[in-house]
């Protein structure tokens, strides 16, 4: 089972944990990605979070159907935000249940190491002073 | 050829919209990426820059057509 | 911020989630250990907890403590299930947040295994045909 | 010597009640761990057994003296 959303409103982590409950899971791993309140000793006001989101929901589709595969996960759930998000609010969470716990680690991490690198959303940081496209530049 | 271009993150800054029809000489990805950096210096400054055809990246030998959409991508930065 | 709980209710998520906020937070790990339908191909019906419970809070506080020196987190909540719990019931939730990702599932990791390892809680696992003390044998 | 012994998982089942007062020769917890075993041979089947006196693992040296709570840890399973 794989559950892939994009939403414009509050991810919710006892949805996401409900979505891969699964009587045969012996594991399940939750990473949940808040807004931080500093980057590199810089304090940020809020970040803005932009999708190209039919290519950003096939991409966070494949990146569950790999990580089904290559770490035999029972069940997986992707739920990223958009929009303006204020900190400690949730960006994005991976769930993934396994049969043993071990993999659930590693498969829970496999996918948002994915995330980050291909699938089309992008994040800028707000300051007082100004604002930065996260990533952009070298 | 001309086709349709869609930008996102800081390549919509860049550009200064979302959608742009842009005229380069040329028939492939490699070629408009080459004719975009030309015209928007800026381009060359990003940690990398990606195209998408049909909400799937591709690469520089990738066929482009007349009024094909094509979307830049720009680098990542999700979760 | 340390959160240690041994409780005959249900555990939650999305409270030990919440627990673990932190505005300077990059990322949260939560683990969710849930009761599954059998082992070694054996249909389990139940499982039944017992703990020798100040020792066990003990316990599960020492390894909150080792994995905020040794992962740099932030905040670690560890709740723990006792009494009889039903197939897909959460028996165990650890959920710690670091600055970076990465830190937060080895931390997370680091405190499931050793939980496993040394806190005095003890599973029993109900069959249609008998009992059998989980790792009690060799 | 004459200490009270608490029984946890299937160390309970092994000595039939979760407490019990324990004689034994000797004054260590290794001296303790040979008695329980030599008076209920079943303990000698398990993976391993630990012992708690406070709330705290002890070694096989651990001084014991007499009245003492002691509290006997079958192999854990939590989680």
Known sequence: MIDIQLLDTPLSVAQCSQLVADPAAGGTVVFVGTVRNSTQARTVQRLDFEAYAPMAIKE???IAEETMEKYGALKC???HRVGSL???EIAVIIAVATPHRKAAFA???FAIDQLKETV???KKEIFADG???VSAHP | MQISVIAYGIAKDILGQRRLTFEFEGDSIGQLKTALIEQYPDFAKLQ????????????D???LSDQLEVVIIPPVSGG
């Open chain 2, 48 to 59: 990398s820059l990606s195209f998408a055809v049909e909400e799937e990246y591709q690469q």
């Open chain 2, 61 to 63: 030998d990738y066929p």
């Open chain 1, 86 to 88: 204020d900190i400690l």
């Open chain 1, 60 to 62: 966070m589709r494949k």
């Open chain 1, 131 to 133: 604002e930065v496209w």
């Open chain 1, 107 to 109: 498969a829970c991490k």
């Open chain 1, 120 to 122: 089309p959303i992008w």
């Open chain 1, 77 to 79: 759930a992707i739920h």
